[in-house]
């Protein structure tokens, strides 16, 4: 069984720049996309971004140009790069693992809080 591990979450002022990471352990045969969604009280979970093994990257349209998602095959490791964060980037961080590529999300972290404010 695969263990997705989330770290780097905490209170940032508006402007100010995070890191998330996720690595996952324990058994797992493939990994193709490697993903970060996001959750605000009251709102519905989003994909943040994500990248496949190919290098195809996704970006929401609302972090274009401010995060970057980064990947270490090697370490079976996903990055999340956040700068000029936004008080609406606030919410609770999931890394999400696609083994196949198929399209469905196999594996979830547990997530990290990440909250902007002054």
């Known amino acids: 069984q695969a263990h997705v591990a989330e770290s780097g979450g905490g209170l940032v002022p508006p402007g100010g720049s995070l890191k998330l990471s996720c690595v996952v352990s324990g058994r797992i045969f493939s990994i193709n996309t490697m993903g970060w969604y996001r959750q605000a009280p009251g709102k519905q979970r989003e994909l943040v971004a994500s990248k496949s093994s190919s290098g195809y990257t996704y970006y929401a349209d609302s972090v274009k140009g401010r995060f970057t998602i980064s990947r270490d095959n090697a370490k079976n490791a996903v990055y999340l790069q956040m700068n000029s964060l936004k008080p609406e980037d606030t919410a609770l961080y999931f890394c999400?693992?696609?083994?196949w590529g198929g399209g469905a999300w196999e594996y979830w972290g547990q997530g990290t809080q990440v909250t902007v404010s002054s």
């Open positions: 999400a693992v696609d083994s």
